[in-house]
Every structure is written in structure tokens, then in C-alpha cells.
């Protein structure tokens, strides 16, 4: 899997660890940032990540996700999905990064720093990236949520 990743400055160590897990993993991610304690707007970093990814979908590059991180996950979600082609889940436990994949067909994972602790942010990512979406019945849902971008 090949990963776009992104913080603000709420995220930065945490988004390092999660980067460094997936690379462990034997993912090939790019880190955007962003690298200091400077504090930085949340929007700019999801939507560097929310296009990459995107982009890449667009493409047909469909082992491309989004790792984003804020505070708490809120803001930076929020941005993530005003880019067309993402769609992106903020979770806070293994279930709802499960769901996100199975169900909603999430590209991208978004987390907050000051919300989950590291081991649940590891986990949070490993479910989310072991997840395959399950199509059928929540395909058609998917189609319907993409049709929203073009304006309902
Ligand atoms: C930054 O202080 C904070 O607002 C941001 O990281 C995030 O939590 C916003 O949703």
C-alpha cells in the first residue's frame, strides 16, 4: 500500500510513530508534514493529503490511502473530505476504523492526537489498513455518497 500522510503541529509526534509503523509494515508513505512545533492551519495538511490521495484514485491507483492527524481529528477530517474522491474517517477505536473500510470504503484515516492514546492510534491504523471493503449492498450507498460531490 502506498500512504499520504499529514498533521499539524497538535499531531507531529504521533503522526512520526504512525509513519514509522507503516513503513515498518512495509508501506511506501510520503510525509507531508508538517515537521516543526510552529503552529500551522490544519486545513493546508488535509488538503495536501485529501489530493494526493484523490489524484492518485483518480489514476486508478487504488492502494492509495490518506493518514491525516489534528488535535482531534475533527478539523482536519473536515477538510480532508471537502476534496472530491475522499473520503475520510475519523475513528477512535477498531471498530469504527473496521467500519470505515468495510463498510464506507474509507481512503482515508484520520486520528486526534490529543484524543487517542498511541497503542489505540496503532491499532486504529493496523484494522483500518488490514480492513478490505466489503462492496455489495454498501457499494450502491458509496455510489450515492460520491454522487454528492457532483452536487446531489
Ligand atoms: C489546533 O490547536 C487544533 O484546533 C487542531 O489540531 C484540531 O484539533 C482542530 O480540529
Not at 512495509?26 to 488538503?47: K, M, N, Q
Not at 482531534?72 to 471498530?95: D, M, Q, W, Y
Request: aromatic letters at 6%; hydrophobic letters at 45%.
Amino acid at each position: 500500500m502506498r500512504w499520504f500522510a499529514g498533521s499539524d503541529h497538535a499531531a507531529v509526534p504521533l503522526r512520526r510513530q504512525l509513519v514509522a509503523l507503516l513503513r515498518a509494515l512495509g508501506d511506501e508513505v510520503e510525509d507531508l508534514g508538517t515537521d516543526g512545533e510552529a503552529s500551522v492551519d490544519y486545513p493546508d495538511y488535509g488538503a495536501m493529503v485529501g489530493r494526493e490521495v484523490a489524484a492518485a484514485r483518480a489514476r486508478h491507483e487504488d492502494d492509495v490511502f490518506g493518514l491525516v492527524l489534528c488535535g482531534t481529528g475533527i478539523g482536519i477530517s473536515i477538510a480532508a473530505n471537502k476534496v472530491p474522491g475522499v473520503r475520510c474517517a475519523l475513528c477512535h477505536e477498531a471498530f469504527t476504523a473496521q467500519m470505515s473500510r468495510a463498510h464506507n470504503d474509507a481512503n482515508v484515516v484520520a486520528l486526534g492526537a490529543r484524543v487517542v492514546g498511541s497503542g489505540v492510534a496503532e491499532t486504529i491504523v493496523r484494522v483500518f489498513r488490514a480492513t478490505p471493503f466489503e462492496g455489495g449492498r454498501h457499494a450502491n450507498r458509496v455510489a450515492k455518497i460520491t454522487a454528492l460531490e457532483g452536487g446531489g
